[in-house]
């Protein structure tokens, strides 16, 4: 469970992926910027106070919002007792985890907050928002940008893998920057996703999702680029990546993978 729990709102989000991801329209997103961390805490996680215990009014308890009273209980108490803002939060449901991304007080001492957070019993998970960058190479690496796809292709015998299935019926999620739908490669295969990322890419900084889109799913015996490992399914695209520009690797961080994956259940 712990790992489990790591992969969801830590830095092991970034292994072992299946990258990609798109959305329109988007929704508004948080402002990432400056110093951040992720709280986690038990669904539940301290009871419900007395009626007329507490005369506070929170508009996070409001109908349609996510989060149990216990869970709301105790991020409201973490926010008062250690100065901390929330910018957004979600509840990840395998987990029993109501989750928050919160801004610290300025000037504040990042690492002794984070100590005292960790020792507190009502935290279940406690870490800073964490960014990644995807495993890219710049254009000039290579002479043809296909060769080390198509090599994997080979390497892994995903043509007699293909005899026994192509994946036909299987939707796979896709968790990376914006996928490119009408590649031909890719055309009429591609659900409608959603944007976890919400930033303005940078000319060619959107290239990583539809490449890996394309060794996932690239149609096959068309003429046309390469042969995906599952040609047969769907793509849902979840973007929790931006681009950086070409030839330079996209970024993501904790929160927007941890949001895409949650979705991808």
């Known amino acids: 469970m712990r790992q489990l729990a790591r992969a969801l709102c830590g830095p092991a989000v970034a292994l072992g992926l299946a990258l990609a991801g798109c959305a329109t329209p988007p929704p508004a997103v948080p402002n990432t910027a400056g110093p951040l961390i992720i709280v986690a805490v038990a669904e539940g996680a301290s009871p419900r ?20 009273d216990g869970a709301l209980d105790a991020l409201s108490a973490l926010e008062s007792e ?27 001492d990042a690492a002794a907050l984070l100590e005292r957070l960790s020792r507190d019993r009502r935290v279940a998970l406690v870490q800073p928002l964490n960014e990644f960058r995807t495993l890219a190479q710049p254009d000039s690496a290579y002479n043809d940008p296909y060769v080390s796809l198509q090599t994997g292709f080979a390497a892994i015998d995903a043509a ?54 394309g060794i996932i799913a690239a149609s096959a015996n068309n003429g046309i680029g390469i042969v995906g490992v599952a040609p047969g399914v769907r793509l849902l695209p979840l973007r929790a990546c931006w681009g950086g520009g070409a030839g330079q690797a996209a970024r ?14």
């Open 49 to 68: 106070g007395a009626a007329g215990a507490a005369a506070r009014a929170d508009y996070r308890r409001a109908g349609g919002y996510n989060g149990s």
């Open 252 to 265: 993501c961080n904790s929160f927007t993978l941890a949001r895409a994956l949650a979705a991808s259940w």
């Open 160 to 213: 007699g893998a293909q005899r026994a299935s192509r994946g036909d019926g299987v939707t796979v999620a896709l968790i990376d920057t914006g996928l490119d739908p009408s590649h031909p490669d890719l055309q009429g295969r591609t659900a409608q996703g959603q944007d976890f990322a919400g930033r303005m890419a940078d000319a060619g900084g959107e290239r990583h999702g539809t490449e890996v889109a």
């Open 82 to 108: 250690h100065q901390l803002v929330e910018v957004d939060a979600w509840t990840i449901p395998t987990l029993n985890w109501r989750c928050a991304l919160l801004r610290p007080a300025a000037g504040g």
